[in-house]
């Protein structure tokens, strides 16, 4: 039960984390991926802050030996690149580039009641189920799962 | 290059948060904020201690209805693509962020954070592959 608290209200920070930092934009999105041409370095920034908090947090908190509210962390151990990784990166960042949209945002945005953001997450969650019929399992037989 | 519409406080502001909230999911549930990885999980047939994954879904959402009750301006929010982008756009997050087990948040935010090299990689494919698409759509589409 409190660890669904801890969900929802971690779900709430990063929605306004989202919103304030103008990620649920798309025409922003693009603005930044336009390196080219008419750059808007913002989302560099918004990118840059989180990864900082990140960086700092993510080693105060692993020096605990369990969480709060958990038995152990659930933190990914694989180092190594694959074509998997590599693939669905490019993939996604074609998906992204096209729309403006990646997956929080557009979850966010939804919140902002315009028909657009609608048809793109049907369109994602569509994108996933496809995936996970066609190639949800992998070679070694473990199930995909994504961090 | 021309740099335009830089809004560098809002987006730091922004970008605390972010990092704020994935440190928490950390600290408390010890658990990566990977949100291609939650919503692939919520909508599976995996349904085993999904309640605070649909609860993190929906908080999304609560976010973003809090910042536009709190005086964020919506108006401002503009989808220049139009519907077979987006249809084509979402076909290609959903399938890639799986395929590539994360996204902007889990590879970007955690990964690089976390230093870890699988993030870092994925991170910088992700955003040349769109920045290319972008660069070709105004370029050679005209859009």
């Known amino acids: ?147 | 290059m021309d740099i335009v519409n830089f809004t560098p406080l809002s987006a730091l502001i922004g970008g605390l948060l972010i990092g704020a909230a994935a440190v928490t999911l950390l600290w408390l549930n010890g658990r990566i904020a990977g949100i291609s990885g939650i919503f692939g999980r919520v909508i599976s047939t995996d349904q085993s201690d999904n309640a605070w994954r649909l609860l993190f879904l929906v908080g999304l959402v609560l976010g973003g209805f809090a910042w536009s009750l709190g005086g964020g301006d919506t108006s401002a929010i503009t989808i220049t693509a139009g519907t077979p982008e987006l249809i084509i756009g979402g076909l290609l997050v959903g399938f890639g962020t799986q395929l590539g087990s994360g996204c902007t948040s889990g590879h970007g935010v955690c990964g690089i954070g976390r230093m870890s090299p699988r993030g870092l990689a994925s991170t910088i494919c992700y955003i040349m592959a769109g920045a290319i698409v972008v660069f070709a759509m105004r370029t050679m589409v005209g859009a």
């Open chain 1, 1 to 147: 039960m409190q660890q669904n608290i801890a969900g929802l209200i971690a779900g709430i920070v990063f929605g306004i984390g989202l919103s304030i930092s103008g990620m649920v934009n798309p025409a922003k999105v693009m603005g930044f991926l336009d390196f080219f041409g008419q750059w808007d370095p913002s989302l560099a920034l918004v990118m840059g802050g989180a990864v900082g908090v990140y960086f700092i947090g993510y080693r105060l908190v692993m020096k605990r030996a369990s969480p709060v509210l958990a038995d152990t962390f659930q933190v990914p151990t694989r180092n190594d690149l694959d074509s998997r990784l590599i693939g669905g990166a490019v993939l996604f960042g074609m998906g992204w580039g096209l729309s403006g949209y990646c997956p929080g945002p557009a979850i966010t945005g939804l919140a902002f009641g315009m028909e657009q953001t609608f048809v793109f997450f049907v369109a994602m969650a569509v994108g996933v189920v496809v995936f996970k019929m066609t190639m949800g399992v992998k070679p070694s037989g473990q199930v995909g799962t994504a961090a």
